[in-house]
T-cell receptor, first 113, second 111 residues
Framework: DGGITQSPKYLFRKEGQNVTLSCEQN?????MYWYRQDPGQGLRLIYY???????QKGDIAEGYSVSREKKESFPLTVTSAQKNPTAFYLC????????????FGEGSRLTVL | KQEVTQIPAALSVPEGENLVLNCSFT??????LQWFRQDPGKGLTSLLL?????REQTSGRLNASLDKSSGRSTLYIAASQPGDSATYLC??????????FGRGTSLIVHP
């Protein structure tokens, strides 16, 4: 089945460590996104990519990095520079120019110990 | 800058009621509007997508309407069930690739 796969589902990190969250899609979508969700804050955009080898900062990019070397993959690295990384992270892709519908993965929960 | 507001923030109803969830946006120059459902600890599941040229979309017990001129969309849930309990979010997209999300309506349907 076509969809977006995020891994791992749960991740624990010690302070000072970098961690990478995986996002893979087999929907053949060009545009992909990373969001952060905190209780009571709604979804906040971290990075997005409209095409391979290109990505743009969102509203809260500080302390995060991404790469887009393949159309199917858009990994997010949470660096030690991110001061409050404990959150729920969501990856999405966009069916553009077809329907313009946004699809999401199941999310990854990162906890800093 | 587009702003999206969802009212109410939380709703608790008995099973069987017909519900209306509201989504309002400040810039009427939209490309599409999408309603999502989110269960606790899960990703967002797409419910309905309304293109800017459409007035409504229906799927089963769900009906979403769009009034661009007034900057409003409503999600109507008929004959609510406990399984409908979740958070419902709307997202509005303008001419860019970046959607703007509301903060959601948390719905509890009790038996």
């Amino acid at each position: 089945d076509g969809g977006i796969t995020q891994s791992p589902k749960y991740l624990f990190r010690k302070e000072g460590q970098n961690v990478t969250l995986s996002c893979e899609q087999n929907l053949n979508h060009d545009a992909m996104y990373w969001y952060r969700q905190d209780p009571g804050q709604g979804l906040r955009l971290i990075y997005y990519s409209q095409i391979v080898n290109d990505f743009q900062k969102g509203d809260i990019a500080e302390g995060y990095s991404v790469s887009r070397e393949k159309k199917e993959s858009f990994p997010l690295t949470v660096t030690s520079a991110q001061k409050n990384p404990t959150a729920f992270y969501l990856c999405a892709s966009l069916a553009e120019p077809l329907t313009g519908e946004l699809f999401f993965g199941e999310g990854s929960r990162l906890t800093v110990l | 800058k587009q702003e999206v507001t969802q009212i109410p923030a939380a709703l608790s109803v008995p099973e069987g009621e017909n519900l209306v969830l509201n989504c309002s946006f400040t810039d009427s120059a939209i490309y599409n509007l999408q309603w999502f459902r989110q269960d606790p600890g899960k990703g967002l599941t797409s419910l309905l997508l309304i293109q800017s040229s459409q007035r409504e979309q229906t799927s089963g017990r769900l009906n979403a309407s769009l009034d661009k001129s007034s900057g409003r969309s409503t999600l109507y849930i008929a004959a609510s069930q406990p399984g409908d309990s979740a958070t419902y979010l709307c997202a509005v997209r303008g001419g860019s690739y970046i959607p703007t999300f509301g903060r959601g309506t948390s719905l509890i349907v009790h038996p």
